[in-house]
């Protein structure tokens, strides 16, 4: 439970403890993740804190405990976890879910669902999700979990009790460069050891940074490479988005060697970090992100992914 986490999240778990300790539940909470691996378990050990028929926030205090199992496992009446169908959560996965809440609790007093990856709510499931918030029905408490806030409505972060997590940055620098890339896309364990054993994902982090470089010089082969791009690695709108991200966290790590000579996630590739860094202005690197960021958000509608890669080439090609 939530004191599994204490050594790595020691303040969200004083937070967590005190509501506990106060019965003090908010009907909404937000849980930034800012990178953190675990954030869905997390989550996850909050609400079995909520649940929990004694209070505890310690598994060695339940001893054998069924609840938790079922929790674990998916199956329990009273929580519902909301993630991506595909690319996004439909607006038809919270129309079910706010229908199978209107319901007595069969199984106690409370009912928990969590939204994972809530910065993938398109425009039609942010505002089914909006108006369940702006009513919220007593003794139901939603957890949300993003790893960035500022990808969701205002109106939904106004209207939830944020709960920020620590990135844990210090602690993956043994890693490889594909561990920290599945660390910082993903927030739970077995979409970080599913992207470890794709053996497509190093090859993919290969050609999105070279991708990059040619960006950067902006030769022709960019274009050349645009077909073999879409062809053998953007065949979807999943993978589309991964690239987009993968380059969003190179650029990143080119804006932290530029300030403060430092690089978080792609050391092997730190040379080709330093070149693009002495062609950059800070304020060249920041637009970049942001052309990407924008971007990321054309992905949600169904545009052509060809089309969207070319306006990025031109856009990019145009700092």
């Known amino acids: 439970m939530i004191q599994d986490f204490f050594d790595e999240q020691m303040i969200a778990c004083k937070i967590i403890k005190k509501l506990s300790d106060t019965k003090s539940i908010s009907h909404a909470y937000l849980i930034e993740t800012n990178n953190y691996y675990r954030g869905f378990d997390f989550a996850l050990a909050f609400a079995k804190t909520l649940f929990c028929p004694e209070n505890k926030i310690k598994c060695t205090d339940c001893g054998n405990c069924t609840q938790c199992e079922r929790i674990n496992n998916r199956n329990f009446?009273?929580?519902?976890?909301?993630?991506?169908?595909?690319?996004?959560?439909?607006?038809?996965?919270?129309?079910?879910?706010q229908k199978n809440f209107s319901t007595k609790s069969l199984e106690g007093t409370r009912k928990v669902y969590i939204i994972n990856h809530a910065e993938k709510l398109n425009q039609a499931s942010s505002n089914s999700i909006l108006k369940f918030l702006e009513e919220p029905e007593e003794n139901i408490t939603a957890i949300l979990i993003t790893n960035n806030v500022y990808s969701l409505l205002e109106t939904i972060v106004s209207r939830c009790q944020i709960i920020k997590l620590n990135d844990m940055k210090s602690q993956t620098n043994n890693h490889s460069t594909l561990e920290k890339v599945g660390n910082y896309l993903f927030n739970n364990i077995n979409d970080i050891n599913n992207f470890y054993e794709s053996n497509s994902q190093s090859e993919i982090i290969l050609e999105t940074i070279k991708f990059i470089e040619q960006i950067e010089k902006m030769n022709i082969e960019v274009l050349l490479d645009e077909n073999h791009l879409c062809s053998t690695f953007l065949k979807d709108k999943i993978m589309f988005e991964q690239f987009i991200n993968i380059m969003i966290l190179f650029f990143k790590d080119i804006l932290d060697f530029k300030i403060r000579k430092k690089v978080s996630v792609f050391d092997d590739y730190k040379e080709k970090i330093m070149s693009i860094s002495d062609d950059n202005s800070v304020e060249k690197i920041t637009k970049k992100i942001r052309i990407l960021t924008n971007i990321q958000e054309r992905i949600k509608y169904n545009c052509n992914l060809n089309l969207i890669l070319d306006k990025l080439i031109i856009l990019l090609g145009g700092v």
Do not use: C, H, T
């Open 77 to 97: 009446s009273e929580l519902e976890i909301i993630e991506p169908e595909g690319m996004w959560i439909k607006k038809e996965q919270l129309d079910s879910l």
